[in-house]
């Protein structure tokens, strides 16, 4: 057959034709590797959140399926870096990554460059590359990730860059394989993209609108992952607490955990990201009830502004978010609690900041993400006038760090001396000796041990609080 054949002869209907073009490519990856003599590598580069990381999973599955064995380094056959691009700098250190790999690919002109992900979902972005960047071979982005394996084939068999954007989906393609990063814990995507706007965030542009995958797909999906050693999960959406809203059968994310409560074997859930404006009561008594759900809520401020928040797009107060707290931490009361800030973003005055100092000093972050507002072309907000000056930015983010970063310290000695499941996630990079794993409200603790103990819970008494970790000793 030749390529035209073999194209014409594919599958319509997904996942079967991606594992179509899986066979194929496999064919041809395989008469490569005999022709050099050594299996060919790929190495992914995954940059911004949890989907991104756990997309590349699914890249990584693919690319595994075809024939490539994982690279150390982007001395690769086959270098793939997933983009992000929700802040300006999450750009800038692709397109310097790209420069760098125009040197790398002089050195071995067969190896194959792809770019994919949230940046890739920004016309301007596309333009650049094929304008500037040469180099680049396949370009996709984030609503056809599933296609890895036919994008691949049409480059293999045409000499031009493959560029493949979708502006939006309905498709929910499952079934495919997936490499996962940790052998016991695993992230779970239960929905896709952003219905929000928040006015700062280019996310919904380039995640496409709200869709929830079903609750029995979900629910399968972990029942394998913990047949297969997973104990612990992180259900992952931009909006979790909107969950099942817009299905044919509505259930709630509540209703959804107590189903995946339910699976035996499983230890430990955790979930991102709730958006406070639909953080619910139901939700607030699961997690009250629950022997599984992990006693950490992420639960991102922005601002402490009602007024900012109201330009922000983002439907609740601070009162309304401080009433929220108060609820979460009455039903569950050690969880720990942690945040994402914006700092300067337009019009905020030195009275906002004080609202948002205010409501960190009141709630009392085990951790906090603090952000420098960026510009995202596009949004409404990239449109408003006000931009505060960088100067004064960068003060407010100095003195909002400083309190964040005291209060997180003070916080932690709370659990200090007591003793705490741990799951054991590594062994610890800088101690030899040692191990790493993470308490049930995702505090880490290094301690003694080895590699026989990874992916296993295990008891250790925290003897010693440094900073935002802890230093402690296996007790059983
Ligand atoms: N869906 C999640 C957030 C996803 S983006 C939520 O609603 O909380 C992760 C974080 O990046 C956001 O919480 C926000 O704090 C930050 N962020 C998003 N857009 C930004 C921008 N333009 N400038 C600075 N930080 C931004
Ligand atoms: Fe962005 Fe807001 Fe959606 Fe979060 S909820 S991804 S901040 S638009
Ligand atoms: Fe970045 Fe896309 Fe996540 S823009 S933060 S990788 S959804």
């Given at each position: 057959m030749n390529i035209k054949e073999i194209k014409a002869m594919a599958p319509a209907t997904e996942p079967a034709r991606q594992k179509y073009f899986m066979e194929h490519v496999k064919a041809r990856i395989a008469e490569l590797a005999a022709e050099k003599g050594r299996p060919l590598t790929c190495f992914i580069s995954t940059f911004g959140c949890q989907m991104n990381a756990r997309d590349s999973e699914k890249l990584l599955g693919i690319l595994q399926e075809v024939g490539y064995v994982q690279g150390t380094d982007e001395n690769s056959d086959f270098v793939l870096y997933n983009?992000?691009?929700?802040r300006e700098n999450a750009n800038l250190k692709v397109y310097g990554r790209l420069g760098y790999l125009n040197g790398v690919k002089r050195k071995n002109p067969e190896m194959l460059i792809a770019l994919c992900g949230?940046?890739?979902?920004?016309?301007t972005v596309v333009e650049k590359i094929k304008k500037s960047y040469r180099h680049v071979d396949i370009v996709f982005g984030t609503h056809n990730i599933f296609k890895l394996a036919?994008?691949?084939?049409?480059?293999?068999?045409?000499k031009k860059m493959v560029v493949d954007i979708w502006e939006g989906t309905d498709a929910i393609v499952e079934d495919l394989p997936i490499e996962r990063k940790y052998p016991f814990k695993s992230g779970v995507n239960i929905m896709f993209g952003c219905n929000n706007f928040c006015s700062y965030c280019i996310v919904p542009y380039v995640r496409g609108r709200e869709r929830s995958r079903n609750p029995e797909d979900i629910v399968k999906e972990i029942e394998t992952l913990v047949a297969?050693?997973?104990?612990?999960?992180?259900?992952?959406?931009?909006?979790?607490?909107?969950?099942?809203?817009?299905l044919k059968n509505p259930i709630s994310f509540a209703e959804l955990l107590r189903r995946i409560e339910a699976i035996e074997g499983l230890e430990r859930i955790r979930f991102m990201t709730s958006h406070p404006k639909d953080l619910s009561d139901e939700l607030i008594?699961?997690?009250?009830g629950s022997k599984k759900i992990?006693?950490?809520?992420h639960l991102p401020l922005q601002s402490g502004s009602s007024r900012i928040l109201n330009i922000m797009n983002r439907r609740y107060t601070k009162e309304r978010y401080l009433e929220l707290v108060d609820k979460l931490r009455t039903a569950v009361p050690d969880i720990a609690l942690s945040t994402?800030?914006?700092?300067?973003f337009p019009g905020e005055t030195e009275e906002d900041f004080q609202e948002t100092l205010d409501v960190v000093r009141k709630v009392r972050y085990e951790s906090a993400f603090t952000f420098i507002y960026s510009k995202r072309?596009?949004?409404p907000a990239a449109a408003m006038e006000n931009q505060v000056p960088e100067d004064v930015v960068k003060d407010r983010f100095d003195r909002l760090l400083k309190e964040v970063q005291d209060i997180a310290a003070e916080a932690i000695l709370r659990d200090e001396h007591t003793v705490q499941d741990v799951l054991v996630e590594d062994l610890d990079s800088h101690e030899p000796g040692f191990v790493t794993g993470r308490l049930s409200n995702n505090t880490v603790v290094h301690f003694k041990g080895d590699a026989s103990l990874i992916g296993k819970i295990v008891k250790v008494s925290l003897d010693e609080a440094k900073g935002f970790y802890f230093m402690g000793t296996m007790v059983e």
């Open positions: 983009t992000c691009t929700v949230c940046m890739m979902q920004e016309p036919e994008l691949l084939f049409d480059r293999l068999y045409s297969d050693g997973v104990v612990e999960v992180m259900l992952l959406g931009q909006n979790v607490n909107s969950y099942g809203k817009t008594e699961v997690m009250k992990c006693k950490h809520f994402d800030i914006i700092v300067g072309t596009g949004t």
